[in-house]
């Protein structure tokens, strides 16, 4: 069993179609933790050591947050600048991470479309990941590649529905240990994973 | 009536009432049933503690059902009984004529001449709002749908006595002038005027009531709150009550409805609440003197010699109005429950069928053999009520399964209260107010300051004149209903008072309070509560962080630590609290432990960068390491 701890970044969750239906239907398993970061700092005075300590619980981390200018909203961005703290994290003596797993669950207003060599953002998702790719690396974790809503613009209700209960299986077959890590790395988004061991059942 | 005859009588009913209602309640049989047995228990037939004067004292108290209608319409804002025109005038209307035939037909088919018969079919169509309104009020069942219906067709009884009253005298058969100078409030000086000046007289009167509500009583009732003086206010609140009812008597109109119109208008007002709690004892007294009094005429011995009569009088009223009512319930589409409820409250006659039993001796409709046996049967109907609630209750609204969530959200669309209260509207519950207020939260706002609760009723604001300290005027705000208390209130000595208050009858709101100091802060925590708000501690931090500012600090190190700052305070609160308890000498010593802490920590903050404190926007291990002359 993968115990999974979810940092949850949006500024205005009340405003989200998308997120707002992802929080509500996050699946009830042992040793799954969902940490909503705007609410519990809205100054983003961030408690170092509850953070660290809650990290110190888990074994995968997933940043779940909207895609702002090609990264993550400012508040995890505090969040990297104060946790992820030398001698701790990084460094000769920070070793807390060592073998933990992380990736991005983000969601696009574009489509994936968009985020190709030949489109208009002509990287993609995972390319544009790559600071934090390389920060989770230098903390001695693993890093998978993000799992991707993409298109929240267009999303009709029973879109929304679609893409949150195919999280919630992903999640659980995440907290069941049932995606192997090794194969995932390689792929371009971790929703391939999912449907990897769909087609192999 | 000597002094001492009066304290007498009012000790016999309030011992009776003392002794019987709390039994009654404890049996789940509800006040007014209490109030009967107590008034059957001390009258002629019972202990014989009183005289005959039963018939008067039921006329005197008549007068609670007049403030209960004023207390009605203060709940019940114009749009609401916009809302209820079609029950109103639908089951009302309906009801009133569907009854007055069956019963006029039964009595035709008795052989009663018809003039007769009509006369006994209208006055038998009343029922008794005292009792059901009353009743349901306290079984909390007022608000529902079967509830809201049963006071509809109430209302329209109070308004159709009225053109009642003016026809009788042309149902006499039995000719008989009367001149009657002592009667009720029927009798008019308007009596020997043209139709037409009664009519003018009429309009003129209620455009008295509404107009002088609207817009002459807030600056009175303004002027008085401004004296501070609660028993002044109190003496308003009767004086216009009592006045609405002298004029209405005067021009020959129902003086509940006068009152029930003025009501209607001041429920918009701010004084609204407090009008309510200030009339409301007098209200439940007189009610309950008006109960026993029924309780008490009750003509034993006319039942007793004609017992089966009696019976069967009782039984067949009850049981065609109960039919009349049913059939109505479903044609106007209540649903099951709901339509038990309606024909289960509103069975019985009412109190002003005895006005109409009077005035139609008087007046030669009837002959005193026969309002006699319906005398006895209306008061008997009346004492059923209850009986038929409670039946209605336990027996058959468990076997017909009462669609408990349908009644709930129902209730949920008529109430009117929200979420939040706040107690005091000075600078500090303003704030607070106005801040909801931007975020589209409705507040129910109590202040006592009268210049203030005028200039923000005028911006727009829900805001009611009272002291909300007071239980009653708590739960006239809604507070049994409310998610939220926002105390900011003037004084520390008030602000706990009501805290203990809301603790023992409110247990489910959440209370938020402005503390003075710390002292003050701490016996509100004592107090239970759990959000406690220094009032100066955020203004005065704001002042430490702009003065850092001056002085070359960086803003966002200044605001971090103000932030640091006020929630080390807030731990500190709680704990002190706790050890405050054990010993007044320890708490000094803590107290003083605490702020070195503080002192410590915040030293720590500013200068060892090194500790525990956002290492990782400047980390000197960092550096180290790199240099090579790492830790």
Redesign the interface.
Same mark, same amino acid.
């Given at each position: 069993m993968a115990r999974i701890l979810i940092l949850f970044a949006h500024p205005a969750l009340e405003k989200s179609r998308v997120h707002r239906r992802l929080v509500e239907r996050l699946p009830e398993l042992p040793g799954l933790t969902f940490q909503d970061l705007y609410e519990v700092y809205p100054?983003f !005075?961030i408690d170092? +050591?509850r953070e660290q300590a809650l990290l110190e619980e888990h074994d995968v981390v997933v940043l779940q947050h909207p895609f702002f200018w090609y990264s993550t909203p400012a508040m995890l961005k505090q969040w990297? !600048?104060?946790?992820?703290? +030398?001698?701790w994290a990084y460094?000769?003596k920070g070793t807390a991470l060592v073998g933990k797993k992380l990736f991005n669950l983000l969601t696009t207003g574009g489509l994936e479309t968009g985020y190709r060599r030949e489109g208009h953002n002509r990287y993609t998702v995972r390319e544009l990941l790559v600071p934090i790719e390389q920060t989770v690396r230098l903390c001695g974790m693993q890093y998978l590649p993000p799992y991707i809503i993409f298109g929240s613009h267009w999303m009709s209700e029973p879109d929304i529905d679609t893409v949150a209960e195919r999280y919630r299986e992903f999640l659980v077959a995440l907290h069941a240990d049932r995606i192997d890590f090794q194969r995932a790395a390689a792929l371009e988004t971790l929703n391939a994973a999912l449907e990897e061991i769909e087609a192999s059942r | 009536m000597s002094g001492q005859d009066f304290l007498y009588q009012a000790f016999v009913y309030l011992a009776a009432a003392v002794i019987t209602v709390p039994l009654a309640k404890r049996f789940g049989l509800g006040s007014v049933l209490g109030y009967l047995l107590a008034g059957i228990a001390i009258g002629p037939y019972g202990l014989r503690l009183l005289g005959s004067e039963g018939q008067d004292v039921m006329h005197f108290a008549e007068f609670g059902v007049v403030m209960m209608l004023f207390v009605v319409g203060l709940e019940l804002q114009p749009a609401l009984l916009w809302r209820l025109r079609a029950p109103i005038l639908g089951l009302g209307g309906f009801q009133v004529v569907l009854t007055t035939l069956v019963v006029a037909g039964v009595a035709i088919a008795l052989t009663l001449p018809w003039k007769t018969a009509l006369a006994i079919g209208l006055t038998l169509s009343m029922s008794s709002t005292a009792i059901v309104l009353q009743t349901l009020a306290e079984k909390q069942q007022l608000k529902s749908e079967g509830g809201q219906s049963a006071f509809a067709v109430l209302l329209f009884k109070d308004i159709a006595v009225i053109p009642i009253l003016a026809i009788f005298p042309l149902l006499a058969s039995v000719h008989r002038t009367g001149d009657s100078a002592g009667g009720h409030e029927s009798t008019t000086w308007l009596h020997g005027m043209p139709a037409w000046a009664q009519t003018l007289a009429v309009l003129v009167a209620v455009a008295v009531v509404v107009g002088g509500s609207r817009f002459l009583l807030r600056p009175v009732f303004r002027a008085i709150a401004q004296t501070r003086l609660r028993e002044v206010f109190t003496a308003a609140a009767l004086l216009l009550v009592i006045g609405i009812a002298l004029l209405m008597g005067l021009v020959g109109l129902s003086p509940a409805l006068g009152t029930f119109l003025a009501g209607v208008v001041l429920a918009d007002s701010e004084y609204r609440h407090e009008l309510e709690s200030d009339i409301d004892p007098f209200k439940g007294l007189l009610l309950g003197l008006f109960f026993i009094a029924v309780g008490a005429t009750i003509d034993f011995n006319l039942i007793l010699a004609k017992p089966l009569l009696v019976a069967i009088l009782v039984a067949g009223i009850v049981i065609a109005k109960f039919a009349v009512l049913f059939a109505l319930g479903r044609v106007f589409s209540l649903s099951r429950d709901q339509g038990l409820l309606f024909a289960f409250a509103l069975p019985q006659v009412g109190e002003f069928a005895f006005v109409l039993f009077s005035y139609g001796l008087q007046e030669g409709v009837f002959e005193a053999g026969v309002t006699g046996p319906l005398v006895a049967a209306v008061a008997l109907s009346m004492a059923l009520t209850p009986l038929l609630l409670v039946f209605n209750e336990r027996v058959v609204q468990p076997r017909v399964g009462p669609s408990a969530a349908g009644e709930e959200r129902k209730a949920d669309a008529i109430e009117e209260e929200t979420a939040v209260l706040i107690a005091g509207f000075g600078s500090f519950g303003s704030t607070v107010g106005r801040l909801l207020r931007a975020n589209g939260v409705a507040t129910t706002v109590l202040d006592l300051d009268p210049d203030r609760v005028e200039l923000l009723r005028r911006l727009g604001l829900k805001v009611y004149y009272g002291d909300a300290s007071r239980h009653d005027l708590l739960v006239a705000a809604g507070a049994e209903r409310a998610r939220l208390l926002v105390l900011a209130l003037d004084s520390p000595e008030k602000t706990l008072a009501l805290v203990h208050t809301v603790k023992k009858h409110f247990p489910h709101l959440t209370i938020m309070a402005r503390a003075f100091d710390w002292e003050d802060a701490h016996d509100l925590v004592e107090a239970g509560v759990t959000r406690v708000y220094p009032q100066s501690l955020d203004t005065s931090l704001r002042v430490g962080v702009d003065a850092l500012g001056e002085l070359g600090f960086r803003a966002y190190h200044s605001h971090r630590s103000a932030r640091q700052f006020q929630r080390h305070d807030e731990e500190s609160l709680r704990q002190l609290t706790a050890e405050r308890r054990v010993s007044r000498a320890r708490y000094l010593t803590a107290a003083r432990k605490r702020i070195e802490d503080l002192e410590r920590l915040l030293e720590a903050d500013r200068v060892d960068r090194g500790s525990d404190r956002d290492l990782g926007w400047d980390a000197e291990t960092l550096r180290d390491e790199v240099r090579g002359t790492g830790a």
């Open positions: 100054h !005075d170092v +050591h990297q !600048d104060l946790v992820l703290e +030398h001698g460094g000769r | -």
